[in-house]
């Protein structure tokens, strides 16, 4: 992999078998295939259902936005009605669902006037951890918020900020639906050891309640460190009862922040600026790899279903994260085989791939003449 994971506290993990298994499941419409890059081309909806489960690390990924209405963009007229749009972005959240991993987490831009909605929406698959305001506060000229903004007459804060919805799968049965809690409290169940007695193995008193941190991660209030988890583990093993346990990087969701890294609700990265051949929906590099270095550990896997320009690719690749990218449209087909195939130039070539009517959404169909 080549990576700039070396400021990471995180070993490189090897998701080569479960990305062997999508590049398998994806054979017919792959348009790009590297060891390390994916291009899956046509109806991504219909893409993702042949992804095998619980396979992905992480959905970084921009949807039409459909209250936009923007003509340059496919899909952003297609919906009739906003019920029709969310009833669209529905079934792709059960797919997002069913095929992150059970620590995996959700990256979902959307526009402002939707992202109430699509918050109550996904909330019935998902945890929703935040929703992101991004402020784009760019020098006047380049497509940003300054001097666009100071207009009385809107009667509103101004409205062409976006939103992200972050999140992570949800799993019922405790108090913050967390899937680790409910792991947990089931091993230790297995086990045969007291909330008690695995609070004395890991030393991890509470200094409010008598149970301890062994009572807040099994609620779901918060996770125990690397080390901790060492010791949880020894201590279930040694029973005898419990045979094996999963590696610490496949249960935990990875937030990778310190001092240095601000991270907040409101993010400030400035817009991609004009340029001949730029994506009218393009994501700065910069705020992928805030997104992806923050959730991901080293190795894992990371899908955009709407690839448009491939940054979020490009931002995988950077930080050695394997990616799968999806797309309909033949301009950002192309443009994204040949940033993959710049990127990664060893012994690699683009694929052609005849786009069928079957691969197109079944709601754009009318509106896109894919060819290549």
């Known amino acids: 992999m080549q990576a700039m994971h070396n400021s990471e506290p995180y070993p490189v993990l090897d998701r080569s078998r479960d990305f062997a298994a999508i590049r398998a499941s994806l054979a017919g419409v792959i348009g790009f295939e590297h060891d390390e890059a994916l291009l899956a081309v046509g109806d991504s909806l219909e893409n993702l259902k042949k992804i095998p489960d619980h396979s992905v690390s992480l959905i970084l990924t921009d949807p039409p936005y459909h209250s936009t209405k923007k003509d340059n963009i496919h899909g952003d007229t297609a919906f009739k009605s906003d019920a029709d749009f969310l009833d669209w972005m529905k079934q792709y959240s059960v797919e ?77 049965g405790n108090l913050t639906n ?58 279930f093993l040694a029973t005898g009862k419990v045979h094996s346990m999963p590696a610490y990087e496949d249960l935990i969701r990875p937030f990778n922040v310190n001092g240095n890294v601000e991270f907040t ?39 955009d279903c709407f690839s448009g320009s491939a940054s979020t690719a490009m931002a995988s690749l950077n930080l050695g994260r394997r990616t799968v990218s999806m797309e309909i449209d033949p301009k950002w087909i192309e443009r994204t085989q040949s940033l993959l195939s710049a990127r990664l130039s060893s012994g690699v070539r683009a694929k052609e791939v005849v786009i069928t009517p079957e691969h197109k959404p079944k709601r754009v169909r009318e509106q896109m003449e894919l060819t290549l």
């Open 96 to 172: 997002w669902k069913r095929i992150l991993r059970p620590n995996g987490t959700l990256f979902c831009y959307c526009s402002s006037e939707m992202s109430a909605r699509l918050e109550v929406l996904f909330s019935e698959e998902f945890n929703i951890l935040s929703q992101v305001v991004w402020t784009k506060p760019n020098e006047p000229g380049f497509d940003g918020w300054k001097q666009k903004m100071k207009k009385e007459a809107l009667r509103q804060w101004y409205a062409h900020t976006e939103r992200i919805i972050f999140a992570e799968p949800s799993s019922p």
């Open 178 to 235: 967390s899937w680790f809690a409910n792991f947990l409290r089931d091993a230790r169940k297995q086990s045969g050891l007291s909330g008690h007695q695995l609070t004395e193995v890991t030393g991890a008193y509470g200094k409010v309640n008598h149970g301890g941190a062994v009572s807040n991660w099994e609620t779901g209030r918060n996770v125990p460190s690397r080390e901790q988890y060492e010791r949880i583990c020894s201590a």
């Open 265 to 303: 609700d409101v993010w400030t990265f400035p817009s991609v600026r004009p340029y001949k051949g730029k994506h009218p929906a393009e994501k700065p590099l910069s705020m992928l790899e805030h997104a992806i270095k923050a959730t991901t550990y080293p190795g894992d896997i990371v899908i």
